[in-house]
């Protein structure tokens, strides 16, 4: 129990830094946040109402408990751009990234895994070579211009997917929200022709996540498994003459699911990160698209909500895995 | 020749100075055994002299418009091809080299010293300071960088200053945690307690004890982050948050090329490889620069 106390007081602290670091972006970095709310045109009364309205004529660290009170409630301030509260726009853009992250995943899992294995188990063999690069690969290519070298080839040219959005625009709206998730949706509604349209269109956002996924996960996977490979265990074990196979999957692979885990949450995290570059390439109405056309607009109460959100998923997600690493992991206990 | 060769590799140095000449003379000779470090090494190299010889190796003006030559495809003048005001691709990307070797320098030179400094000072003291220190940078470092340099970048207004000092901001976390464990090693090393009992101040300790035996561990990481630090100053360009047109920044470039993506492939796609190339040679060259620096990763290639 005491362990279970430590962690929620740790995530409660990381949480709120987290809110210092979005109060200080909002209200300190900005040399006057007033001008970024009315504009420079505004009159002088307009300007004194709202600055004593945003409650700056307080001290900051009143602000500072304003501001974290706000949150709490749920209150993320009203959007510039789409005129609503910042909390709403956020549920309802939301599922749209989870959806595409979570294929993304699988994608990596599926794939990365295998490949790091073999990679290990043939180290210094070409292929190897060829994983490595792969792995280094995944750190040095643009997420946005992989989207867009992907649409002109697989879309444009080849046709084998479907363009940007969602779904197709006749099919648009045609399903009703239950879940946000437009595959599960449509399934739920029992319409295939949508399911079968809305994967067409997911597939090539999430296999672009999803190389990214599969790069990290692939490199960490290849350096457990060497370091398992090295141990003196499973040499007893080849010895006795267990098969190879057996000697991967077995005895060297089962020690590395606990820290795998670590891996495969930082980097389900690191997807939400990349989402917000690759939205904005396939028109994907996710928090992604939501955060750059708040930049683009200067609207700072979404950008804030946004960069809110996506952090405290991202730290939620990182203790998360922590936690199961250590229920997990007896040594860590 | 086999003197000179002999004086470098001497085990028992007679001068400061030889034995630092012997030590960079053994890394690079292990540096030069890695194939894939040496392929960095080159990368990041014709990096460099592109970014100086720019006007020498451009064929074109990076900025001269030239309508009637507007989405031409790569061609004998045109070795990328031409954009959409009809300015050649490949003299923008020379250019360009320049930019993206000025983003990563500025924000090395911006956040590592302030992370070796934060980090040293956290691990030397010790106790509240620790306490305090690390826990700014953990926070830090719990944010994505991504969102973290593009929320800064908003508040701070676009552009290219403001988007180096928002990646800097980003990055200067990773610097202090791994700056904060090679101080805990070190200061109760004896050499350092023997400085301290001869009255050494601490701020003597740290600069000049401490620091110096951060830096291969520094340098490691810090060319390991230069691919993400490429890749998010591309990013801010992309969105239109970084370098403002018309500088020839790649991800601006990158950008400006969406729009064309179906049919005139060729404008966003080549400013693309010279990402990827570039972000690749970085982290050739750090892998092999940790191989060969850090004893501790050299069997896991």
């Known amino acids: ?333 | 020749m086999a003197t000179g060769r002999d004086w470098l590799l001497d085990d028992s140095p007679s001068s400061r100075l030889q034995a630092r000449l012997g030590r960079s003379y053994r890394l690079s000779r292990a540096l030069a055994r890695n194939p894939l470090a040496m392929v960095g090494a080159v990368i990041v190299l014709t990096l460099i002299l592109v970014a100086l010889f720019a006007p020498w190796i451009a064929t074109h003006s990076p900025v001269g418009q030239d309508l009637a030559m507007r989405l031409k495809p790569p061609s004998w003048d045109n070795w990328m091809g031409t954009d959409e005001l009809g300015r050649d691709i490949w003299s923008r990307v020379v250019y360009g080299a320049r930019i993206t070797l000025m983003i990563v320098a500025l924000v090395a030179v911006l956040a590592a010293p302030v992370g070796l400094i934060i980090g040293a000072v956290a691990g030397y003291f010790g106790g509240w300071v620790d306490r305090i220190l690390m826990g700014i940078t953990d926070i830090f470092l719990s944010m994505p960088k991504l969102i973290l340099a593009l929320a800064f970048v908003a508040a701070l207004g676009p552009g290219i200053q403001n988007a180096i000092i928002a990646i800097a901001i980003a990055t200067w976390p990773g610097y202090a945690r791994i700056a904060r464990a090679e101080t805990l090693t070190i200061r109760n090393s004896e050499f350092v307690a023997a400085v301290e009992l001869q009255g050494a101040s601490s701020f003597r300790v740290i600069v000049n004890h401490i620091l110096p035996l951060c830096t291969s561990s520094m340098i490691i990481r810090v060319t390991l982050d230069m691919a993400g630090i490429i890749l998010t100053a591309a990013g801010l360009g992309f969105i239109g948050l970084g370098a403002q047109p018309p500088l020839p920044e790649w991800g601006a470039m990158i950008s400006r090329g969406r729009s064309f993506i179906l049919d005139q492939w060729w404008v966003a796609t080549m400013p693309g490889f010279a990402i990827v190339i570039v972000s690749l040679g970085f982290c050739f060259l750090g892998d092999g620069l940790r191989d060969v620096l850090d004893p501790k990763h050299g069997d896991r290639q």
Request: proline share 5%; no cysteine; hydrophobic share 55%.
């Open chain 1, 1 to 333: 129990m005491k362990g279970l106390l430590g962690v929620i007081v740790a995530v409660a602290f990381t949480f709120l830094g987290l809110l210092a670091i979005t109060f200080f972006i909002g209200r300190v970095v900005p040399i006057d946040p007033v001008l970024a709310v009315v504009g420079d045109r505004a009159p002088r009364a307009v300007y004194e109402a709202v600055r004593i309205e945003m409650g700056l004529d307080k001290p900051l660290i009143v602000q500072f408990f304003h501001y974290v009170g706000n949150v709490l409630t749920g209150d993320l301030g009203m959007s510039v751009s789409t005129g609503r509260p910042v909390a709403e726009d956020l549920a309802r853009v939301f599922p749209a990234t989870l959806e595409m992250a979570t294929i993304g995943i699988i994608i990596g899992v599926l794939m990365g895994v295998p490949m790091g294995v073999y990679a290990a188990s043939r180290q210094g063999s070409l292929l190897d070579q060829v994983i490595r690069v792969v792995g280094l690969l995944g750190y040095s290519v643009p997420a946005f211009w992989l989207g867009l070298v992907g649409l002109a080839l697989f879309y444009a040219k080849l046709q084998w997917v479907g363009g940007p959005g969602r779904i197709d625009i006749f099919y648009d709206g045609l399903v009703e929200p239950v879940t946000g998730l437009l595959l599960i949706d449509s399934l739920i509604a029992g319409d295939t022709e949508i399911f079968v349209n809305a994967l067409t269109h997911i597939a090539l956002p999430a296999a672009v996540l999803g190389f990214f996924s599969l790069a990290y996960i692939a490199r960490m996977t290849r350096s457990f498994m060497l370091d398992q490979l090295a141990q003196e265990y499973v040499t007893t074990a080849r010895v006795k003459g267990v098969s190879e196979r057996l000697v991967l999957w077995r005895h060297a692979f089962r020690p590395i699911l606990v820290p795998l885990i670590t891996v495969i949450g930082l980097s389900y995290a690191g997807l939400l990160e990349g989402s917000v570059m690759i939205e904005t390439v396939f028109s994907w109405p996710g928090i992604g698209n939501y955060l750059t056309t708040a930049l683009l607009n200067a609207d700072m109460n979404a950008v804030l909500g946004a960069t809110l959100v996506i952090g405290a998923v991202f730290i939620g997600i990182n203790k998360i895995s922590d936690v199961l690493y250590r229920v997990l992991d007896p040594r860590a206990r």
